[in-house]
């Protein structure tokens, strides 16, 4: 099913997170190509990647294209800065090697949005990570996103 023609920018904007992280997640997993991964959410994924009931959303959306794009190209292509931004930030005797994959890729896209896309406030930003963190994790770890990219955005000056 196809969004409706003009959905609203924050929900084609969560639409894009959430499709980020799907992305960043199947890249950590498979070492999918970045030309390959977006070649694929593009053709196969993009346009039903939120539902009602994971987001209370009214209507289906269509993701921003070009966000996700710049999410995922961004996230990929400032890794290293990224995870040490990140490793940082985890409390002591934690690493990200001991966060689960998911986990992992709703913090490295989080970060990149927080500390490469000042034109998103960090405050939206942390809800819809904190919020794209709910539909693969309990409360508990909703909470440890909100602590971790709040974290990054004071280091960030945002």
Avoid: C
Avoid at 4 to 28: E, F, I
Wanted: hydrophobic residues 45%; charged residues 25%.
């Amino acid at each position: 099913m196809t969004g409706s023609p003009n959905p609203p920018r924050g929900l084609t904007r969560s639409a894009a997170r959430l499709a980020a992280v799907q992305a960043l997640y199947q890249h950590d997993m498979e070492a999918t190509p970045v030309a390959q991964l977006l070649h694929e959410f593009h053709q196969h994924r993009i346009g039903s990647i939120i539902d009602e009931e994971e987001f209370d959303a009214a209507e289906y959306a269509d993701a921003e294209v070009d966000f996700f794009d710049d999410l995922v190209k961004g996230t990929v292509a400032r890794l290293d800065e990224i995870d040490a931004t990140l490793g940082e930030r985890l409390s002591a005797g934690w690493t990200l090697a001991r966060l689960d994959r998911s986990m992992k890729a709703v913090l490295r896209v989080g970060a990149y949005e927080i500390i490469a896309r000042p034109d998103v406030p960090a405050a939206a930003a942390i809800s819809e990570y904190v919020d794209v963190a709910k539909a693969f994790h309990d409360a508990r770890e909703a909470g440890f996103v909100n602590g971790v990219l709040d974290a990054v955005a004071k280091g960030a000056g945002r």
